[in-house]
């Protein structure tokens, strides 16, 4: 393996309740009430595959894009101060380059957040690259921001690069990219889902990683 994709929120950072519960809030506010486990269910794609699920085509086309953008500054307003790094990030990402293998970043998020929260998990200086929704036409599950971070690792083979995400629509949109992805359950997701969805090892956390590192498909002449 040469590099590693990292999924953020629910994979490094404990936030997908509160991205949840503003989604919930953001569309209490326009009139739409939604159950909290199944917009739960829904976080880890953008707000263009996450909207739908809830919202009809009219409600989309008349208030989507006011609904999008009154969650995302709720967020920063109202939740986002509340989000914390799962442990053993940075030493995740030390023993990862400490093989000489590059680090690269593939959020739904947009390109302010990552570059936040790279500053709130300690791993600037240990990132190569990093891709947001800012990079990507389409979210999760959709193959665009995996395909915009493949850019960036211009020479490396897909073969040789593994994603690391919380949600099964990490790994679908992995999949599409042709890459193979390892899941972690910290982000809720149930393992039989992970697993439906094609990762090819499971692990509770990035703790969890770290201390089986060895055995993992991130370790040095690992095949994937």
Known sequence: MKAAIFDID??????????????VEAFRHFGVETDVAK?????????????????S??????????????RSDLFKRAYRDRVKPFPGVRALFERIRADGTTIALASSGK???????????????????????????????????????????????????????DTPYDAQAAGKAGL??????????????????????????????LEDFESSPLAKGKTI
């Not at 404990?14 to 989604?23: E, I, K, P, Q, T």
């Not at 390109?111 to 929704?133: C, F, K, M, N, P």
């Open 39 to 55: 917009v739960r269910s829904q976080i880890g794609k953008g707000g263009d595959e996450l909207m739908p699920v809830f919202l």
């Open 180 to 209: 193979a992805t390892v899941g972690l359950l910290c982000g809720g997701f149930p393992e039989t889902d992970l697993k439906a969805a094609g990762c090819i090892a499971i692990y509770r956390s990035p703790q969890h990683l």
């Open 111 to 165: 390109r302010s957040e990552v570059e936040h929260y790279q500053d709130v998990l300690g791993i600037a200086d240990l990132v190569d690259a990093a891709t947001s929704s800012d990079d990507a036409e389409r979210s999760k599950p959709h193959p665009d921001i995996f395909e915009a971070a493949l850019k960036r690792l211009e020479g490396i083979d897909p073969a040789e690069i593994v994603v690391l995400g």
């Open 10 to 23: 629910g994979t490094l950072l404990d936030s997908v309740d509160l991205h949840a519960d503003a989604w």
């Open 57 to 70: 085509e009219a409600q989309l086309r008349d208030q989507g894009e006011a609904i999008e953008a009154y």
